[in-house]
């Protein structure tokens, strides 16, 4: 598979490194000669420094021969012009990122006019990431899988006795779930039922959403779960703006604080029942002013990581019981857990994992980035002539890397072991690490002349 990026921001950088992973065939476009060299001494691909607006480029570079191309620069209308003059020279797919609220109601007349056959949105899906985490009853970072019926979700164990000190394979009420990785230090451990926890690990559980909201409750016992009635977002830009809106459409009250005082105008006038506060957000005695204690939950969603998760840390250690911080640095992602607040969400990431679901075709259900792309959770439907159809998972030799998590079939989930087996169209939610994504799609390669065949080509290298 050939694809061609334009725009070598942080997007476009994740983007070229996941695909990389998947032996994809990687162009990465830009005018910045200098941010292109940083790229190329760590990543295997072709950079090219000009305009990917310049339609003399696209042809030089035989963009007809390309399978997709994507158009992350900064600009909205560069991005549709881009993917608009790629379609018409012979680009297969094209996807662009459209940020402005302005646009949103009218994406599927701008995909149809300009040829775009994919659009994605980073602030639109943050918010709504965040918008998911807040409406959950418990307050453990999670993913949702299979419908609804699987939950995967990231605990800290913290100096919790119950775990640290502890093997596996003698925690108590893990029946029926299955801790796939372990977090520790900013590096993923694949764990057996040997492995012992340390105090701060992080431990990603897969199971049933109920028995998950179960192992929640139980952890979250003499804590007062609230239902979130009031909502704080510190910075009042797209993200802050779509978060109110959605939060509007679920009868929570929200109050943003924003720092300029024209975009302070500017959101009165379009989040007509939003309290919109015109001060610094970083003056705890501004926030205390306006009742930062009785907030369920304080999001920081300003332009500035270290803002942030300060400002979430505060809020934490003022009593609010839900904090989430947007961060764009993918070297905070690894102090995170440290920090005491619930969850730091990156947009990027998120944005990634959208484009990679895409780009694997239509039986892959949804892909989810984690710890910064060092690890993966992927959904997808098993087809027909699938390898391991009607195998015990005991036969397949699995690298270490790669963890079947779930298997949701005819409705009901099974947690698996080794004798579990995977039938045509089951749903299967499989952990893998980066560095073992060549296996997993191994894995996933069909039987010559299957029906899956065309899935499996799309993600060839075409070199």
């Known amino acids: 598979m050939k694809v061609m990026i334009v725009g070598a921001g942080k997007l476009g950088h994740k983007l070229a490194e996941a695909m990389v992973y998947e032996d994809i065939d990687v162009t ?3 005018s910045n000669s200098k941010i292109l060299e ?3 001494e760590h990543l295997d691909v072709l950079t090219v420094t000009a305009n990917g607006i310049d339609i003399s480029v696209l042809k030089e570079l035989d963009i007809k021969t390309y399978d997709l191309l994507v158009a992350a620069t900064n600009s909205d209308e560069t991005n549709t012009v881009i993917c608009s003059l790629a379609k018409k020279v012979g680009c297969k797919k094209t996807v662009a990122r459209i940020r402005n609220p302005e646009y949103m109601e009218q994406l599927d007349f701008v995909k149809t006019e300009m040829g775009i056959d994919h659009i994605i949105n980073p602030e639109l899906a943050t918010s709504q990431a965040i918008e998911k985490f807040l409406l959950k009853s418990y307050s453990f970072h999670s993913d949702d899988f299979a419908s609804g019926k699987v939950t995967m979700v990231d605990f800290n ?12 394979m003698d925690l108590k009420g893990f029946e029926g779930l299955l801790i796939t990785a372990i977090s520790r230090d900013g590096n993923i451990i694949i764990p057996n039922g040997s492995t012992e926890l340390i105090e701060n690990d992080v431990i990603h559980v897969i199971g049933k959403s109920n028995d998950i909201k179960r192992l929640s409750h139980r952890f979250e016992e003499g804590h007062i779960r609230r239902q979130i009635e009031k909502v704080m977002i510190f910075g009042g830009g797209k993200i802050g703006y779509y978060l109110a809106k959605g939060l509007m459409a679920s009868n929570i009250t929200v109050t943003i604080v924003e720092q300029d005082k024209n975009r302070c105008q500017e959101l009165s006038q379009k989040l007509n029942n939003v309290l919109v506060i015109h001060g610094d ?3 705890i005695h501004l926030l205390e002013e306006e009742d930062l204690a009785s907030m369920d939950a304080f999001v920081g969603a300003t332009g500035y990581d270290e803002q942030n998760l300060l400002m979430a840390l505060m809020a934490k250690q003022a009593g609010v019981p839900k904090t989430i911080a947007k961060i764009s640095r993918p070297n ?3 102090i995170i857990d440290k920090l005491g607040i619930d969850v730091a969400l990156n947009p990027v990431y998120i944005t990634a994992s959208n484009i990679l679901k895409y780009i694997r075709g239509g039986k892959v259900v949804s892909v989810s980035l984690l710890l910064g792309g060092e690890g993966e959770v992927t ?7 699938l390898p391991y159809i009607g195998k015990p998972l005991a036969e397949l030799n699995l690298p270490e890397g790669i963890i079947i998590g779930a298997i949701v079939h005819k409705g009901q989930v099974i947690i698996p072991n080794g004798k579990s087996i995977i ?6 939610i499989i952990f893998s690490l980066a560095s073992d994504l060549p296996s997993l799609k191994m ?3 069909p039987r010559k002349g299957g029906i899956f065949s065309e899935l499996w080509n799309r993600n060839k290298c075409t070199r």
């Open 379 to 385: 959904e997808i439907i098993a087809g027909e002539d």
């Open 423 to 428: 039938h045509a169209n089951d749903r299967i």
């Open 443 to 445: 894995f996933i390669k």
């Open 157 to 168: 164990i913290g100096y919790m006795e119950e775990f640290v000190g502890k093997k596996l």
């Open 281 to 283: 957000g970083t003056d």
């Open 28 to 30: 990465l476009i830009d």
């Open 38 to 40: 940083r790229i190329n």
């Open 332 to 334: 905070y992602i690894k």
